[in-house]
């Protein structure tokens, strides 16, 4: 039930909390209380100051006290620089961040009082009422539906430049509904660009041309101006005159000496004239920042990913945002609707197949990236060759990441990785999401993977616990009751976030962070897992040199060792 009707005794209060205030100060002329259509409580008043009127309504929500009232304008006006947009509620001195239930509607218009009071100093001087907190980035956009994003280093480009230049720009713009997301791209004419963006290219984005105009003056009249017709845009910007002649639409950015720097879309009203749209410009910091990782040494390696499903698909994306850019993937499966529930990709990825379509998911985290594709099933019915070259390209990469959990694959994985001496990571899924095992073979530090996989084995029988998960499909598991246990997107998520991890580590290069080289992880109390998240370290025996074992055949004369082989005769 409705607030006020059940706190009959703090309704009393509010009202007469709003009397003792009109009868202290004489800039409140009116209040009335009313209630709304669906029994909110809302008290309508008028503030002046310097002769002006501002009709305010007080709109108590459901859950006061608990929550603050709302103080908005009357009409869509924007009253303050303290305001949720035109015609959005007035930020005041309490507020849901620092609320105290005994605080009353009364107060909150004194509040407000003093805020319009202080944005109006009666000599006409500008001033402002500092703010008593930061809003964050996405509540400042609430109501900037036309936003222009800047890498980092647009800027700084700059340097060095004339003061007064006017260069093309490239630009790509997403739409939904009335909004705008424009990127920048480029500045510089096309083929002489002296500033490119290394971020990545939004997905379905238009092109767009414009230009950056660097100038002394003091451009004010158009930084200012809030958008809409400009009859003499072409007086105020003479270096627009030909490009407002022409059909398309022109995306202007202004940098003036000041650093001051807007932004518009310059459009077309029903008459031919220039339309101004303002544009929010948001300067991007550096993606760095918000790594741990060493990305400078993750990017120079390259690592191949052999299985581009749940795990290979989630350790490839968090590889990508870790830094790493160079990518072999190798799958020979195609995108099915029943992959969205596990898979790092989604629906655009139907009927693609995986390798490819992870691919596109890499290159749309990462501007840079360089991705070789293979669709090849390691042991598969391919061509011979075929599967030489794909074992070679597998090879040459820095590290292995095997994610397939089937033998085959494994073990010629396991053969690149011990011929061309480079770290393997692996991993795998326990039938029904009961947990999983990651595991890393390095070269003269591990045993050789195919040696390392079978001390995992021997590790698991000796725990002394049978393991009843049975034949089958290893993400399914027939438990004596209940229905079947399903790994889900989270459960295969935990160990694919592990698998990176191990990967990372090894890439990064100095001392490892992990003691073991294995680790069991459990997502159920099952099998040897006490309960959800129990670890179980792995230990390897030490391990033997990764050099293939052959027969010194230094100085020996070659030719008759080919016709021992080939039964012919040689000079």
């Avoid at 703010?131 to 964050?136: L, N, V, Y």
Wanted: proline share 6%; with cysteine.
């Amino acid at each position: 039930m409705t607030w006020w009707l059940v706190d009959r005794h703090r309704a009393r209060a509010e009202k007469a909390a709003f009397a003792a205030l009109q009868e202290e100060h004489d800039w409140l002329k009116g209040v009335r209380f009313k209630y709304l259509e669906d029994l909110q409580l809302c008290v309508d008043v008028e503030v002046t100051h310097g002769g002006e009127k501002f009709p305010l309504a007080v709109r108590y929500p459901a859950t006061f006290p608990d929550t603050p009232p709302m103080v908005v304008p009357y009409g869509e006006q924007r009253l303050s620089a303290h305001q949720y947009g035109a015609g959005g509620e007035l930020c005041l001195q309490w507020r849901p961040d620092n609320w105290d239930s005994s605080v009353t509607g009364a107060m909150m218009v004194e509040s407000a009082h003093a805020l319009i009071e202080g944005e109006r100093p009666i000599d006409d001087a500008p001033a402002t009422v500092p703010s008593a907190h930061k809003p964050s980035l996405g509540a400042e956009l609430r109501f900037e539906s036309w936003r222009l994003m800047v890498p980092q280093g647009a800027w700084s480009s700059l340097d060095g430049k004339l003061p007064e230049l006017m260069v093309e720009i490239s630009l790509l713009e997403t739409a939904r509904q009335m909004n705008r997301v424009t990127h920048l791209r480029t500045i510089g004419a096309e083929g002489n660009e002296f500033w490119k963006s290394h971020q990545p290219a939004p997905a379905n984005a238009a092109n767009r041309t414009g230009y950056l105009l660097r100038t002394e003056q003091d451009m004010s009249h158009l930084a200012l101006y809030p958008g809409g017709v400009v009859e003499d845009l072409a007086k105020s910007v003479p270096e627009l005159a030909a490009t407002l002649v022409k059909p398309d639409w022109t995306f202007l950015i202004l940098v003036e000496a000041n650093g001051r720097k807007t932004a518009f879309d310059i459009l077309r009203n029903k008459d031919g004239m220039p339309l101004l749209i303002p544009y929010r410009i948001i300067e991007e910091g550096e993606l760095v920042r918000r790594s741990a990782s060493n990305r400078e040494a993750i990017g120079k390696s390259r690592v191949a990913i052999v299985g581009c499903g749940s795990i290979g698909s989630k350790v490839a994306a968090s590889l990508a945002r870790a830094g790493l850019r160079k990518f072999v993937l190798v799958d020979d499966d195609i995108f099915l609707t029943g992959n969205l529930v596990r898979n790092e990709l989604d629906a655009r990825a139907i009927g693609w197949h995986k390798a490819e379509a992870l691919r596109d998911r890499i290159e749309h985290m990462v501007s840079d990236a360089d991705v070789v594709t293979r669709r090849v099933a390691l042991g598969s019915q391919d061509a011979a060759a075929t599967m030489e070259s794909t074992l070679e390209v597998i090879g040459e990469c820095d590290l292995i990441v095997e994610a397939t959990a089937n033998a085959t694959s494994f073990n010629l994985s396991a053969g690149a990785a011990k011929r061309h001496r480079k770290p393997m990571v692996w991993a795998e899924i326990f039938g029904g999401g009961v947990g999983g095992i990651v595991a890393r073979a390095r070269p003269d530090v591990d045993p050789v993977p195919l040696a390392a996989r079978n001390e995992i084995v021997s590790w698991c029988e000796d725990r002394g616990v049978p393991w009843d998960g049975g034949e089958g499909d290893s993400y399914d598991l027939d438990r004596n009751c209940g229905p079947p246990f399903i790994a889900d997107d989270a459960d295969v998520s935990v160990i694919a976030a592990h698998t990176a991890r191990f990967v990372i580590d090894i890439l990064q290069g100095g001392e490892t962070a992990f003691p073991y080289s294995a680790y069991a992880i459990g997502m159920a109390k099952e099998w040897i897992f006490a309960a959800p998240f129990d670890t179980w370290p792995i230990a390897f025996r030490p391990a033997d040199p990764w050099d293939p074992q052959v027969e010194d055949a230094a100085g020996e004369d070659i030719f008759p060792f080919f016709a021992e082989m080939f039964n012919e005769e040689h000079p």
